[in-house]
């Protein structure tokens, strides 16, 4: 899939990302589908949607804080 070409390279492993499994990757698309299907649906504009949609998928692909060994 093409998210996971896309954060497949040094640079974001060097940062603490990995690609993304199968399984996140279709709740991620599935929920940015949704979003933008319910607001083209109430009426609203797309372009406002960009920054909660920006924000959630960082929050979903970008580094995330290792546990500690016990």
């Given amino acids: 899939m093409l998210v996971r070409e896309l954060t497949d390279t040094p640079e974001l492993r060097a940062a603490g990302v990995a690609p993304p499994s199968r399984q996140l990757m279709i709740m991620m698309l599935g929920g940015l ?8 649906e ?7 949607i960009t920054e909660v949609a920006v924000r959630a998928t960082q929050a979903m692909l970008g580094p995330h804080a290792r546990p500690a060994p016990a």
């Fill in 33 to 40: 589908r949704e979003l933008i299907a319910t607001t083209v």
């Fill in 42 to 48: 109430d009426g609203g504009d797309i372009g406002g």
